[in-house]
């Protein structure tokens, strides 16, 4: 083989590498960056998110300043902040990483709440009712009665969330582990894309 030739083989080789990684590193940045996908895995947002369901996630601007009362979002599970590029780099890489573990073994896991509380918001549970800042919750999307576990009320400490499945009698949230550090979040769910039944944003 001549050189010429060798030569020719390895720009071929080249580009077709580039062709193939460039899209899978943009989508592993915009994924990062920009939105989240990720499947329910979970009972506790039922009627709200069915286990199963593909639920698109957008990442973009959200953070304290813009968290609202009743938005559906996804953190981590353990309470791990992003305080960076570096640290959002190293859970994503985690991420990949974890498609080749056993589930038993991954090292990252989400959950799926609705936020009730942000900061300064004062959380009181009796009656089987959640009372936000005196006012009584009355969104439809609850199902069941709401029992709480430990002491009430609480206040919502500067940079954390309170948040709750709309399952509330099955449901492990806030009231079993506190409130969450805003800077765990993910995103916000703003879509269901999957199954093509269901697909629209939850409510």
């Known amino acids: 083989m001549t050189n010429k030739n060798k030569n020719r083989i390895l720009r071929e080789v080249i580009i077709w590498l580039l062709v193939v990684l460039i899209p899978l590193v943009l989508v592993f940045f915009l994924n990062m960056k920009v939105f989240a996908i990720s499947a329910v895995n979970q009972y506790s947002m039922k009627n709200t998110l069915f286990e199963g369901e593909l639920v698109y996630y957008n990442r973009i601007n959200y953070n304290i300043n ?11 599970a353990d309470g791990r902040i992003k305080d960076g590029f570096f640290s959002e780099l190293a859970i994503k890489v985690q991420d990949f990483m974890d498609k080749f573990r056993h589930e038993s073994l991954r090292a990252n896991e989400r959950l799926v709440k609705r936020v009730i509380g942000i900061p300064g918001d004062i959380i009181d549970i ?17 199902a069941g009665t709401t029992q709480a576990s430990g002491e009430y009320p609480i206040t919502v400490p ?44 939850p409510e």
């Open 66 to 76: 813009t968290i609202e009362r009743g938005d559906i979002i996804l953190f981590l």
């Open 126 to 142: 009796h009656d089987g009712q959640v009372y936000v800042n005196g006012v009584k919750e009355t969104g439809a999307y609850v």
């Open 158 to 201: 500067p940079g954390k969330l309170f948040v709750m499945g709309d399952n509330r009698e099955v449901s492990k949230d806030g009231r079993n582990f506190g409130c969450i550090d805003a800077r765990s979040v993910e995103g916000k769910a703003v879509m269901i894309i999957w199954p093509p039944s269901r697909i629209g944003k």
